[in-house]
Structure formats: C-alpha cells, structure tokens
C-alpha cells in the first residue's frame, strides 16, 4: 500500500517507524474526555487474533465513492476526524484528546445487544490512507481492523477489514448467536454513513471469510476478563460505591 | 517455514494481515513459522502485535535452520 510520508522518519529508521505505536502492548490511557471513565482499559494487553479463543474470520467490508473526486489520504482524513460520527447510535467513541494517532488509546461505549460493554481500542498504525486499531484483553474480539482508503479504476474505495476471533467462549456462543449479522450490521451502517457524508448513497460490497473454523480452547482463560461482564458487575455495584461517597 | 526479514524497510499494518493469514495456513499443515533478519524496529512491531507468541524469531538463518 503507497502512502504519502507527513512525517519523514529520520535516518537509517525504516520508512513506516513513524507509522506505528511505539509503547509495549499494554494500553495505557493518557488523558480522558471529561465525563468518561475508564473501565477495562488501562492494563490491559493488546491482543493479535493468536490470542483469541473463537473460530477466526477476516471479514471486508467495501464502499466505492462513485460520482466524486476524493483522494484515499482526503477520505482517511476525513474518516480519522468523524470516526464516531459514523457509527451506528447507541455505541459510543470516545477519540482520544490527541486524535487517531499511533499509540493512542480510545475508549468504547458498546451496546450489543443492548447490554453495556465498557472496554477500548489502541491505534496500533496510522498513516495517511489507512489506520488500524488493536483490541485490548475483555473487548469482545481478539484482533485487528484496518481503515483505508485506495483508488481502482477512477474511483476511491473505503474499506473496513478485520481480522478477528471471539475472545471467549461467552463472546463466541453470541456471535453465532446473531453477534455475526449484528457486527456486520455495524460496519455496513459506518461505510454508509461514510458514504453519505460525501452524498454518494451506494451499497457496500462485503467479503466474508471463516480463516480458522477451530476455536482455541487454551484461550477459554480469557473469560476472566470479559469486559461485558466486569461492566454488568460495575453497574451492578454502584449503590456501593454511592453509599461508600456518602460516608 | 522460514521467513527472512534481512532488508526490510517498509510494513503496514496490511502486512502483519498477510502474516497471520501465512500462519493460519501453515499450522493447518502442521508446520511451524519461523523468521530471522528482523531489525529492532521490526521485532518491537512483533512484540506489540503479539506475533512473537506464535512466531519463533531468530539473529540469523543458520539459527533459524537449525531450529527448524
């Protein structure tokens, strides 16, 4: 994938050293939105599809910006800034105070099948037509998803491409359970979204691959950080810590 | 199988995709991936993204031949 350089590494560095996180796998979150809470993020490690529990899928979802001139480092950037505009309502992103950059860590607001799932992500690589954001231990998938944008044939593409497992065997049984269809749901309305913001109403094109139909029973550990649970029990235990402030 | 990483300047997050995908492919064939050559750049890339968990890196390819 070409990409432009806004930021020349210096010498004898590879041309992509500015390009990707520089910190261990361990996400740490800096500075936080006024309002928003932290909650299975800070100390967690970052996680490859290696170390998730379910059957691995490399889903692609595709959206060309017929009609229009944009360039794919234009529709990055517009992307980058709009990020959570484009998702569907009811979950929430909260970007980081310095943006979509490399390193940084942002905090999700999830709403799967209307239960709250409090967790993160981590941009693990971000240049101008494409970042990727890492998934943290407990969010409900182990693995990666690539934002870019590329030119074929006159016209740009923006595509979301994901390569995911389940990260326990809760996550796993929902996903099968209609997890699936309602993930798909989501990135089909983010590339729409996406779409509309340059007024070009078109279908996204999807690409959907089960990489690995073993689960991996080693990861079943993983269980113990599952933020969807650790979110129920911390809503669950607010009186406590009302009546605690109250002493 | 072995990769060599010897002159490697350029990855995107793309590329990391590819080796995941090569994995998958040769565990299922129930071999081994192996690579060699990595710059230090490039084994902290493998670090943060957890390859080396799956992926045995070794300083050359006599190492990595002989391991394999």
């Not at chain 1, 432009?4 to 910190?23: F, H, K, L, M, V």
């Not at chain 1, 996400?27 to 909650?39: A, C, E, I, Q």
């Not at chain 1, 994901?162 to 996550?171: K, T």
Request: glycine share 6%.
């Amino acid at each position: 994938m070409s990409t432009s350089s806004t930021n020349p590494p210096e010498n004898n560095q590879p041309r992509d050293a500015a390009y990707w996180a520089q910190q261990t796998s361990v996400f740490k979150v800096s500075r936080l939105p006024t309002g928003v809470l932290d909650l299975n993020v800070a100390g967690r490690q970052g996680l490859s599809p290696l170390q998730g529990f379910g059957q691995m899928w490399q889903k692609v979802f595709r959206v060309p910006l017929k009609g229009i001139e944009v360039s794919p480092t234009e529709v990055i950037g517009t992307w980058k800034e709009n990020f959570p505009k484009f998702w569907p309502k009811g979950h929430r992103f909260y970007t980081p105070l310095t943006g979509i950059a490399p390193g940084e860590v942002a905090i999700l607001r999830l709403a799967p099948g209307g239960m709250p799932l409090s967790t993160g992500v981590m941009v693990l690589y971000a240049d101008d037509e494409s970042f990727t954001l890492m998934t943290p231990q407990g969010h409900v998938f182990a693995g990666w998803i690539t934002f870019s944008a590329y030119q074929e044939d006159d016209c740009t593409l923006a595509q979301a491409s994901m390569l995911i497992r389940a990260n326990d065997p809760i996550y796993e049984i929902a996903m099968r359970l209609g997890g699936h269809k309602a993930e798909n749901d989501f990135w089909i309305h983010t590339l729409t979204s996406l779409a509309l913001h340059y007024h070009v109403d078109t279908q996204v094109e999807s690409d959907i691959t089960c990489l690995d139909q073993k689960v991996q029973w080693s990861e079943a550990k993983n269980i113990w950080q599952n933020a969807g649970l650790r979110t129920m029990l911390y809503t669950l235990t607010a009186p406590l810590r009302w009546l605690r402030k109250k002493r | 199988i072995i990769l060599n990483f010897s002159g490697l300047d350029y990855m995107n997050s793309s590329g990391i995709g590819l080796i995941i995908t090569l994995l998958i492919r040769v565990n299922r064939q129930k071999q081994h991936l192996l690579a060699f050559g990595l710059s230090e750049h490039y084994r902290h890339i493998f670090e943060i993204t957890r390859l080396d968990d799956a992926i045995k890196i070794y300083l050359s390819e006599d190492e990595a031949l002989a391991a394999a």
